[in-house]
Structures are given as C-alpha cells and as structure tokens.
C-alpha cells in the first residue's frame, strides 16, 4: 500500500532556529513531491520536486527530494513566528494520485 | 482573485440529514476534487474529477456522492449524514490530473453531525 509518512509529527522551536522536516515515501511508479504549508485554514503549495538532489529554494525556505533514499526534507532557517503551520507533503502516484502524510504541526516561539 | 470558493464555512447537522457541499473554481481548471481533513491524518480523498463530465472514487467515497456540474463547479453531497463525518472538508483544483500541476486548495468547510 502507498503511503507518505512525515516526522516529527511536531516540533516546538525558538524563533532564529533553523528546522529539518522529514517526509519518506513508498509510491508505487512515484512521479513527484508536493509540499505545502497549512495555517488554519486551506494548504498553500510551497514546492514541487520532481528531480533527485536538486535544491528548490524560496527564500528561507528550501526543500530537496532524494529518490533513491525515498525521501525529501522541508529546511526552514531563520524561523518567524510566522513559520507556524502544519506542513504537508504529498506524492503523486502512478495513477497520478496524490497520497498525502498526516503532517508536521510547527510551533515557533518568540 | 477568488481561485477555488466553497460554501458553507460551517455546519451543524443531526445524524440522517442530508446536504452539499458547493465548489466552484475560476482558475478554469480540468480537474477537481474534494478531501476530508481529520486530527491525525492528514487529508483523504473522497471523490475526484479528470475532467468535465467525469467522477471517480478516491480513497474514502462511502457515504458522499459528487455531481460534476459543469467545469467550473463539483459538488459533494452527504445524503444520510453519520457522526463519522464529521470533519473539515476541502474542495481542490488542478489544470489536469496530472503529476506535474499543482493543486489549489479552497478555505474549507467544518462540518460537525451531532
């Protein structure tokens, strides 16, 4: 069965941190990653990675897949309270489904 | 710009009534589909859209029916609401169903069977 796991499920920081997110993946025929950032309300895309080892960054923001270990990481550097969220990440099957992880819930403190 | 729009926000309902959910997206996308949200795990799909005219089942379509109304609007429709449903439902859209586009979200839906 395809699944998505992220970890940790939640992390609490100070604001300044710099965070790793972790999202693993076993998709059947994998086509790509999407992360997003979700607030209170709708998720808001963030990234789609496609490529193994190819950064994609969006300012301190930075995320890269690696397909042969199955995974991808979401970095967040200099962290705001702002950064507060739950992340998502998602992979599209071959069925060009997306198979979502339950997320990580981020708390920054000032 | 008001990208994907569900109505309602928020909403009671007593176990057996039945209602929908409207979705409407002007992005002029092909593909639709609506999600459920619980604590814990993540989002879950419940009926999707390829295309104008066409649903499929997703991971969780017991209970829920979808209409395909026309390119702009998919609905959901809960005909015999059970506590089980109660959850945050989002509708999404997509250019296609395809691994390269990105999919829009719309605000979400509480809806809460008693």
């Known amino acids: 069965e395809d699944k998505v796991v992220q970890s940790p499920l939640s992390l609490v920081v100070h604001e300044g941190d710099t965070v790793t997110l972790n999202c693993s993946y076993e998709v059947t025929n994998f086509r790509s990653l999407l992360w997003y950032k979700q607030e209170k309300k709708a998720p808001t895309f963030l990234f789609m990675l496609t490529s193994s080892g190819i950064e994609k960054k969006s300012g301190r923001l930075s995320s890269i897949l690696d397909k042969k270990e199955l995974f991808s990481i979401l970095n967040i550097t200099a962290t705001q309270t702002g950064d507060s969220a739950v992340y998502l990440c998602a992979a599209y099957d071959s069925n060009y489904q997306l198979i979502w992880g339950a997320g990580t819930k981020l708390i920054i403190k000032p | 710009n008001a990208g994907v729009t569900q109505t309602p926000k928020f909403q009671v309902l007593k176990t057996g009534q039945s209602m929908t959910l409207q979705c409407a997206q002007d992005m002029n996308h092909n593909s639709m589909y609506w999600y459920r949200q619980d604590p814990g795990m993540g989002l879950r799909l419940i009926y999707y859209s390829a295309s104008e005219g066409t649903t499929d089942k997703g991971e969780v379509p017991n209970g829920y029916n979808v209409s395909r109304l026309n390119k702009r609007e998919f609905s959901l429709r809960l005909e015999s609401a059970a506590p089980s449903q109660t959850s945050v439902y989002f509708c999404?859209?997509?250019?296609?169903?395809?691994?390269?586009?990105?999919?829009?979200f719309g605000e979400g839906s509480w809806l809460t069977v008693v």
């Open positions: 999404a859209s997509s250019l296609q169903g395809l691994a390269r586009n990105t999919i829009y």
